[in-house]
């Protein structure tokens, strides 16, 4: 539970101003975002600093899908082995389409999961930054403070920039 | 001792009677699905005599062929099942499990010579006709694939008797119920592995060929082709 | 030559009343008439109509069907492939759109992902209503039984099996990730019940910066794994076919040909189900004749090369002349002559002339009649290949035709039900338009001045780099 001032901007021109000038503030990295009913590109308000990394968990999936998919296929061969069709008990493409269709759905789950988590889905917390004008065109910047100090700064800077509604919440970012 | 049972089919000898498609039905449990099914073609013999007319009127002639199972080495119905209902046994044989069968029909539809058969409803035996069914194999359910299975209860039977008696099964005890009815005794069979047998020395004839050998199918029923002409 | 470029606030959604466009793309959601209850009510008793009959069947046995011998395959599985070509819509448009950063995507990627995933719903369900003894399919599914058996994987429906639950699984998630943002918009907008149905289907997304840019890389990411899932699911498919020793089936054209002929149902289908979306909810400025422009451009092009195909198909045979395979494609001018003629008609003689001039392209009516069309063509097709290969197989002794009865008819209705309702109770409950990604479009939509004229540009965030340069 942290406190945050969150301020109110008609348009991305504004709220760039602001974005600057909390920058010269020297904020603690990272806890500075925006809230929008449409992606902003990077560097237009605010940067995000963290890389994405979820990318990782879709291939691991992709690994891990390619080996449940390989061993259900063997123990299905070889668990109770019957000869069909004159062909090995351990067909090799079969064994390769199935791979193949499991790998790709560990792919996706991973996407899912992986993805979802690094967005910070399914996290419930109790107090959350959030406001729903943002859906009217108004872009919300959000900026974690410690002390009153860099608090009253912060919520000058917004104001400044021609922010509306700047106050100061307690919630999580 | 492995077996390797194989049939063999003397189209000189066949006269196209039915014997053997009766003998079969008996033998099998087989339901008389009735003329308005048969209408529908969805004949239940697991052995049937293909007709085929050679030459125009008034020289027409018919020539028969009977196709049981064929047993296939590389059976292209085992392959497509989802379920193992059919796999190749140890005796070489193309074995049915009935109960294990989901009926997708894909195994009918990847046997070239269609020699699957589907029970399309739950057939019914209204008494006394009940009591005509053999105790040695089931009475199927409707969604149940079946076929020709070269009598596997009398090759179980022999193998039993065999087995008491401290021997190998002889040529010539284990009989299908068609290859024991035919009466021109145009159906053999018996065990290729044994060089001794009657089926072993009978398919040596130059008059052997296969059936659709052309699709890679090795299939262990082997006919022996028609020579005598017509009005034999 | 003196242009002006747009300053950062100039674009179209700050033009853009976004409370009227929210209820204008929210009509489904907001307003219900009579005609929706109708509609459910009338698919709901289509379905129940098929189910009962599916319960007959099952019942009774698949002898009340047309089925015989040796067509053991028809119009059960000419549907599944069908329906399981259809769900290739989604997968063309919002995959495949998404990726090639189409500017006019926007406004069909919802409608056309769930037409994909209910679509595929019904595609899934025909494998069970199909068999002969449908309550033992768990005999598929690989479990430890006391059988000690298990699935044999070399079949292509244990393929089909794998593929489509692949395809499924990927297909829902791809549309519930892709109406997250959508959800969390109903959510701040609703109250009450709606507000907490719609708070736990958006999972607390809030749209911060960071949210957003990982949200943009889950949508890419999905786009990229979902093309090879739909290719591999439609090869699969037709490998049903393809693996089997049927004349006329065993062709290694089977796997692109019916997944070229999934994409341009597929099509087809979009276009259908936009132009009712967009009479039903009153669309008409959303889904705007360019729309179906480059929709029926997409789909002349799917024409031709399905008609390549197919003509590669008959060529072969016709060329080759081997036996088996011509006696099938005998039939064609035989018992199945209607059909046949149904399939090129419908598939190529109608739709490709019309799809060429831009005036039918633009008309929202006028495309309906080669899409409908096409979507009739294509399920001849479908019929074409299941059944006259079996008709006239291998041996002629025992070829005969086949027609469906009242049975196969009703269950299929119920099928075609089915997708109706699923797809009518979606556009209800949940956002049936992309407005996240209309709303995103119009925030990088302005107008520049080119001299004497006024262009829409469309900005286009090309990679990380050049944004912090």
Known sequence: MSTVIVGLFDGVETAARAGRALKGLSLPGGSVTTISAVPL????????????????????????????????????????????????????????????????????????????????????????????????????????????????????????????????????? | MKHTWAMAIDLDRCTGCGACVVACNAENNIPVIGEAEAGKNRLMHWIRVNRYWEGEYPEAQAVYLPIPCMQCER????????????????????????????GTRYCANNCPYSVRVF????????????????????????????????????????????????????DGEVVPACVQTCPPGALLFGDLADPHSEITRKLKDPRRFRLMEHLGTEPRVVYLKRQKGAGR | MSTEAPRADDHHLAQT????????????????????????????????????VFLYMAMV???????????????????????IGLS???????????????????????????????????????????????????????????????????????????????????SLTFLYVGMIPDLALLRDKSAGGRRKFYSALSLGFRGTHAQWRRYHVASTLFAILIIPIAVSVHSIVSWDFAMAKVPGWHSTIFAPYFVVGAIFSGIAGVVIVMAILRKAFRLERVLTPLHFDNLGKLLCTMTLLWGYFYFTEFLTVWYNRNPEEWEVFSSYAGPYLPLFLTMIVCNFVIPFPMLCLKRVRRSVFLILVPACSIVIGMYAERLLIVIPSLARRNDPFIWANYFPTWVEFS????????????????????????????????????????????????????GEEEAHA
């Open chain 3, 17 to 52: 009343d976004e409370t009227a466009l929210f209820e204008r793309l929210s009509r489904s959601n907001l307003v219900t008439t009579w005609k929706w209850y109708l509609g459910v009510a009338a698919a709901g008793a289509v379905l129940l109509w098929g189910v009962i």
């Open chain 3, 88 to 170: 290739h819509s989604g997968t063309l448009i919002s995959a495949i759109l998404r990726l090639t950063h189409a500017t006019w995507r926007a406004p069909v990627l919802r409608g056309a992902e769930a037409m994909t995933a209910f679509t595929l719903m019904v595609g899934g369900i025909i494998p069970i209503i199909h068999l002969g003894r449908n309550w033992r399919v768990y005999y598929a599914l690989p479990y430890p039984s006391s059988r000690e058996l298990w699935p044999n994987m070399r079949s292509p429906l244990m393929w089909d099996a794998m593929a489509i639950t692949t395809y499924l699984i990927g």
């Open chain 2, 75 to 102: 059976a292209p119905c085992e392959l497509v099942c989802p379920v193992y209902a059919t796999y190749h046994n140890e005796d070489g044989l193309n074995a049915m499990v009935y109960n294990r069968c989901i």
């Open chain 1, 41 to 173: 590109p990077d560097g237009a308000v605010v940067t995000d600093p963290t890389p994405v990394r979820f990318p990782r968990i879709v291939i691991a999936g992709w690994f891990v899908g390619a080996a449940a998919g390989l061993g259900l296929t063997l123990a299905t061969y070889m668990l109770y082995p019957l000869v069909t069709g004159g062909k090995t008990i351990v067909s090799v493409p079969p064994t390769l389409i199935i791979t193949y269709e499991v790998a790709m759905l560990g792919a996706l789950l991973g996407t899912l999961f992986g993805g979802g988590r690094e967005m910070g889905l399914l996290r419930f917390p109790p107090k959350v930054i959030h406001d729903p004008r943002i859906h009217d065109g108004k872009i919300a910047l959000c900026a974690r403070v410690e002390g009153d100090e860099q608090a009253r700064r912060t919520i000058e800077a917004m104001r400044e920039a021609g922010g509306t509604e700047v106050r100061a919440e307690e919630g999580e970012l």
């Open chain 3, 61 to 83: 046995g698949m002898g009340v069907t047309g089925y015989n011998k040796p067509v053991f395959w028809g119009l059960y599985e000419a549907s599944l492939v069908f329906w």
């Open chain 3, 411 to 462: 269950v299929m209705a119920g099928a075609a039900a089915m997708f109706v309702l699923l797809y009518m109770l979606f556009a209800k409950f949940f956002p049936i338009m992309a407005i996240s990604d209309i709303k995103e479009r119009l925030f990088h939509t302005s107008d520049r001045t080119f001299g004497g004229t006024t262009v829409e540009s469309i900005a286009q965030v090309e």
């Open chain 2, 119 to 170: 029970n399309w409803y739950d057939y019914k035996w209204e008494k006394p006709l009940d009591e005509q069914l053999s105790p040695d194999l089931t009475v199927r359910s409707r969604g149940v694939m079946e076929k020709c299975t070269f009598c596997i209860q009398r090759i179980r039977r022999a193998k039993e008797t065999a087995a008491e008696e401290g021997r190998e099964i002889r």
